[in-house]
């Protein structure tokens, strides 16, 4: 007869997540790029909406504006309607995006800390971003590839910000993406 210190159990523990989700906003994101970046505000405003974990949001162009910090709960609605008020404007600047994102990520004592970058990741204004990748502990990349886009830069900021790649089409490839990037 089995005794009571003969029966093991094993629970899984979730571990508290940090996603910024830095989105761009220059002026060649319009049409279904701005589908993709909506389709992908609500599915990670979703994800992780429970269970302690964090979303940030930093929306750029050739600045960066932190629209919703880490900490502190807003509804996919208004978060996405304060990211759809942002004018898509100007040039792309990925390197002063990664060094807002990486600012609002180090403020966090979550055990997982991941950024999420979305741009066609057409850089044409700042420093080369790739150098400043690989301060990240998880820098993941969905690349927007409807119109003109950089796959090159974009599988590279992944891959030096230890994270994954994932090429988006259209609006429905955003939640499978977002599942391989962040499983």
Do not use: C, Y
């Not at 309607?81 to 990520?105: K, M, Q, S, W, Y």
């Amino acid at each position: 007869m089995p005794e009571d210190t003969d029966v093991v159990v094993r629970e899984r523990m979730r571990s508290r997540r940090a996603v910024v989700l830095v989105v761009d906003v220059s002026g060649s994101m319009r049409g279904e790029k701005v589908r993709i970046a909506a389709a992908t505000v609500a599915a990670l405003s979703a994800d992780l909406s429970g269970h302690g974990d964090q979303l940030a949001l930093v929306a750029f162009w050739s600045d960066a504006a932190l629209v919703k910090p880490l900490g502190g709960h807003v509804p996919p609605g208004r978060l996405l309607d304060r990211l759809l008020r942002i004018p898509a404007r100007g040039l792309t600047n990925v390197r002063f995006a990664l060094e807002v994102a990486h600012a609002e990520l180090s403020r966090s004592s979550a055990r997982r800390r991941s950024a999420v970058l979305l741009s066609d990741a057409v850089h044409n204004a700042g420093p080369d971003p790739r150098p400043f990748a690989r301060r990240f502990p998880e820098l993941h990349v969905m690349l927007e590839t409807d119109g003109e886009h950089d796959l090159p830069l974009g599988a590279d900021l992944a891959r030096l910000g230890h994270g994954r790649f994932a090429p988006v089409a259209t609006h429905r490839d955003v939640a499978p993406a977002l599942n391989r990037l962040l499983r």
